[in-house]
């Protein structure tokens, strides 16, 4: 941590003395340099505004590398802040520098690659027209000096034979490189294409792990929601038992308490309570009722609710509580459920349910 302090001031330093003398290629780089510092100090906000001003003065010059590096480094800013949505725009707007780039390269190359060709067949050109010259001169002299003009043919065929293989060897070497330049190329374009694909992973990963917060979160609301009805039955029965522990005379009474019973009863464990909770539990956990049903079709509605109650880690006696009846009837009923789901005694029911 200290060095990337002394690297911070440094930056610093250097920026004021930049902004005197401007250099805009300096400029960003410096400014990157402070951002990533920054990112190392776990000082984001000031890492994300180095580093926007890097990435703008680096659009401004136009300078690629600069920039694809000053919008990555955004990404992870943003990603260690948890705001994953700009930090997932600024890894696109990186791959997207990336593709700019590259096209532009590969303009460059194509162009140079023209150049050398056009080049080379100017030189073909000229060498033909040389040696054009060369046997008219020959000729010519023929008819003067046969005997001179023998030795002369015999050394302008080696001479000839040597150009020509020399050409030859000439054009071999510029075949070579050409296919080493496109090699290069297409190695340049695996590498673009595996880091690509490496982002790819991230951002998938990102938008996973944000989905599955979202589903804990609202699986969490659910075993809130059945455990107040948990609370609710408890308080119910707890207000049964003392009404049934009043002791009085009188018909009216009796008959007053008796009803007041009978209401308690029959707001224990009511069906609203669970439709509520199936259609909130459905809506988080989409397909889990149509899996067991399909997979097992011999479950009833008792066991789905049993599963939907375990499958949100409540324990035998809030099932109880929900249910109306003894932690020992829950685990009877669990036991019934493991031979229907054909399950040894060692696999955990709770675990099992939620891999399914």
């Known amino acids: 941590e200290q060095k990337y302090m002394l690297a911070k001031e440094s930056h610093q330093k250097a920026l004021k003395y930049i902004e005197k003398r401007p250099d805009k290629i300096y400029e960003a780089e410096f400014y990157i340099a402070l951002g990533k510092s920054y990112l190392k100090l776990n000082d984001f906000d000031s890492a994300i505004l180095s580093l926007k001003k890097g990435l703008s003065t680096s659009k401004e010059i136009q300078h690629g590398e600069n920039a694809i590096a000053a919008a990555r480094l955004l990404g992870d800013a943003y990603a260690k802040t948890g705001r994953y949505n700009e930090a997932i725009d600024f890894y696109k707007k990186s791959l997207s520098l990336k593709d700019s780039l590259l096209e532009v390269k590969s303009k460059q190359w194509v162009s140079e690659s023209q150049m050398r060709y056009e080049f080379g067949k100017k030189e073909q050109e000229i060498s033909f027209l040389v040696r054009k010259n060369r046997l008219n001169l020959y000729i010519w002299g023929l008819s003067l000096f046969i005997v001179v ?14 150009i020509k293989t020399k050409q030859r060897n000439q054009l071999l070497n510029k075949e070579k490189e050409v296919h080493v330049l496109e090699l290069q190329k297409s190695e340049a374009e695996n590498k673009c294409l595996i880091e690509e694909m490496k982002a790819n992973e991230e ?3 990102m938008e996973q792990e944000k989905m599955q917060q979202e589903i804990d979160h609202k699986n969490r609301e659910l075993a809130s929601g059945a455990l107040h009805v948990v609370s609710k039955n408890k308080i119910l029965d707890d207000i049964k038992s003392q009404v049934q522990g009043i002791k ?7 008959s007053a308490l008796r009803d007041i019973t009978r209401l308690i009863d029959s707001n224990i464990s009511m069906d609203d309570d669970w439709e509520s909770f199936k259609l909130h539990f459905e809506q988080v956990n989409g397909e889990f009722f149509n899996k067991l049903t399909n997979k097992y079709n011999d479950l009833s509605q008792g066991d789905l609710r049993l599963c939907a109650y375990l499958y949100i880690n409540l324990n035998a006696k809030e099932i109880a509580q929900i249910f109306n009846i003894s932690p020992d009837s829950v685990r009877k009923r669990k036991q019934r459920l493991r031979e229907k789901l054909q399950l040894d005694k060692d696999t955990d029911l709770t675990i099992y349910l939620q891999k399914t």
């Open 248 to 254: 009085c005379e009188g018909t009216d009474i009796s």
């Open 149 to 162: 003009v023998s030795g002369f043919f015999i050394i302008y065929s080696l001479r000839n034979r040597n």
């Open 203 to 205: 951002l998938n990963k």
